[in-house]
T-cell receptor, first 113, second 113 residues
Framework: QQQVKQSPQSLIVQKGGISIINCAYENTAFDYFPWYQQFPGKGPALLIAIRPDVSEKKEGRFTISFNKSAKQFSLHIMDSQPGDSATYFCAALGDFGNEKLTFGTGTRLTIIP | DVKVTQSSRYLVKRTGEKVFLECVQDMDHENMFWYRQDPGLGLRLIYFSYDVKMKEKGDIPEGYSVSREKKERFSLILESASTNQTSMYLC????????????FGPGTRLTVL
């Protein structure tokens, strides 16, 4: 099964708080997990990505946590800012002989003052 | 600066019309992709191409076809537009071989009346 399940569908967080978005997958052949960020009127853009050989990757205020045994990964945004308000997509890529990404359904994040 | 451009930002067509959506990338990428984005459904792959004149079906190819005559250009064709094809269409490109970032265009909002 090549699905990636993402939750929540929408999220409201106060400025300065921690935003957490979760994803789960079934197929253990996935071996690369990127997160894309999309602002209104723009296409998605790569934010951060992780391989399953590490449990965490941090870039500035953005951290991916990866739990290989549970087949879950999550995006944490520390000290969330109004400029982080966007739609976030998790995705997965596997060694299936092609370079297709399987995307989650997206989370619309709103940071309120 | 890398760029993926799409021929139209907004398009309104009538049911039964033939619709062409064009995408051009200036990064000499081998791979190009067409997605549709719908609320609650995320990004779903329609077709992708890994070389000139090569194409593969994605997850939802029904009602669509594609053309790639030049490396930089990838066209999505709706042979006979229907109202259920009203959506946001996103084009992306990436270089071949392993894990490579997909770069997205700004999208075309298509409305079929």
């Amino acid at each position: 099964q090549q699905q990636v399940k993402q939750s929540p569908q929408s999220l409201i967080v106060q400025k300065g708080g921690i935003s957490i978005i979760n994803c789960a997958y079934e197929n253990t052949a996935f071996d690369y997990f990127p997160w894309y960020q999309q602002f209104p009127g723009k296409g998605p853009a790569l934010l951060i990505a992780i391989r399953p050989d590490v449990s965490e990757k941090k870039e500035g205020r953005f951290t991916i946590s990866f739990n290989k045994s549970a087949k879950q990964f999550s995006l944490h945004i520390m000290d969330s800012q109004p400029g982080d308000s966007a739609t976030y997509f998790c995705a997965a890529l596997g060694d299936f002989g092609n370079e297709k990404l399987t995307f989650g359904t997206g989370t619309r994040l709103t940071i309120i003052p | 600066d890398v760029k993926v451009t799409q021929s139209s930002r907004y398009l309104v067509k009538r049911t039964g019309e033939k619709v062409f959506l064009e995408c051009v990338q200036d990064m000499d990428h081998e791979n190009m992709f067409w997605y549709r984005q719908d609320p609650g459904l995320g990004l779903r792959l329609i077709y992708f191409s890994y070389d000139v004149k090569m194409k593969e079906k994605g997850d939802i190819p029904e009602g669509y076809s594609v053309s790639r005559e030049k490396k930089e250009r990838f066209s999505l064709i709706l042979e006979s537009a229907s109202t259920n094809q009203t959506s946001m269409y996103l084009c992306a490109s990436s270089s071949a071989g392993g894990v490579n970032e997909q770069f997205f265009g700004p999208g075309t909002r298509l409305t079929v009346l």
